[in-house]
């Protein structure tokens, strides 16, 4: 099948998405054509001109793109099915079979070499992996959210927050994804605050840090408690305010049987992960994506033979 990527972030590159969704490269072999108007699928995003927008442009409409259109985002944008066929989104409430539910930590996980069933599997000993803890808290972001920041700065008068990222950085480096992982397992606690708050939006931060062995202090998806366990991370909305977060953090803290506790807790919400994280929900999804392309190829391709004869 021939597709092709339009309005995708600042370095992406066409192997990025199957990387992303092996389930589709399992639905069907893929051939990357740089013009969309070749394409039998178009997968688009929101990032024109490589910045983010929050109205999706249709690709039939600046790009000439005459396939079936997927829309994918990880970022907080919503789809608009006035310009997409389907949509892979982190919308909770979007209830339409034309969606699919997969957040960015699905994708991310996948991307980055963890199995599916990754954040299924528990720490096997906690009190071993907190005696191992060299640091106290990590926090590895680059958008200088000032929400966010003013919260790193209140954590760090109770004890040193590690800053690896461009915001507020106070290690000397920046650290890459493989870098981020190995500071978590070393930190009690990682700051994981996301960007912006929607219902259904979570990103990779929260599960970067249970997939290295460290307690999130979370805040973000206000309905974040469907998918993981509220046993396993500090849900920041839990505190009316600053103070109040870092106390129960500073409780953990010196508290080795609580924090042992949290820390061995269960990942995930229940035995059932989140549609899409479901390797058969995703397979059968990219399967009805494909048929449709196919039949509109093969009706575009029977038209364009009438017209010729």
Not at 116 to 139: G, I, W
Not at 235 to 252: G, K, S
């Amino acid at each position: 099948m021939r597709i092709a990527y339009v309005d995708f972030w600042p370095r992406f590159r066409p192997e990025h998405f199957p990387a992303r969704f092996p389930a589709l490269a399992a639905v069907t072999d893929l051939r990357h054509v740089e013009d969309p108007r070749e394409a039998e699928l178009v997968v688009f995003s929101c990032f024109p001109n490589g910045r983010r927008t929050t109205r999706p442009r249709d690709p039939r409409d600046h790009a000439g793109a005459r396939g079936t259109r997927l829309f994918y985002t990880a970022e907080n944008v919503r789809p608009d099915f006035a310009t997409c066929d389907y949509a892979i989104s982190f919308a909770r409430d979007l209830v339409d079979d034309r969606h699919l539910r997969v957040p960015n930590y699905v994708c991310t996980q996948a991307a980055y070499g963890f199995a599916p069933e990754a954040l299924r599997r528990r720490v096997a000993d906690p009190a071993e992996a907190r005696r191992a803890k060299t640091r106290f808290c990590t926090y590895v972001q680059g958008n200088p959210v000032p929400f966010r920041e003013d919260f790193v700065r209140a954590l760090s008068r109770y004890a040193r927050v590690d800053c690896a990222g461009p915001s507020l950085n106070n290690t000397g480096f920046v650290a890459d994804r493989a870098r981020k992982y190995e500071l978590y397992r070393e930190s009690k606690f990682a700051v994981t605050f996301e960007n912006e708050a929607a219902v259904g939006y979570t990103s990779e931060k929260m599960p970067d840090a249970l997939l290295s062995g460290c307690v999130p202090i979370y805040w973000g998806d206000p309905t974040v408690h469907l998918d993981f366990d509220p046993r396993c991370f500090v849900h920041a909305r839990d505190y009316p305010t600053f103070d109040a977060l870092i106390e129960r953090v500073a409780e953990l803290d010196r508290d080795d049987a609580a924090y042992e506790a949290m820390l061995g807790a269960a990942r995930l919400r229940t035995d059932r992960a989140p549609d899409g994280a479901d390797p058969d929900v995703l397979h059968a999804f990219f399967e009805r994506v494909v048929a449709s392309a196919a039949l509109r190829a093969a009706g575009t391709d029977r038209a364009a033979l009438a017209r010729r004869s």
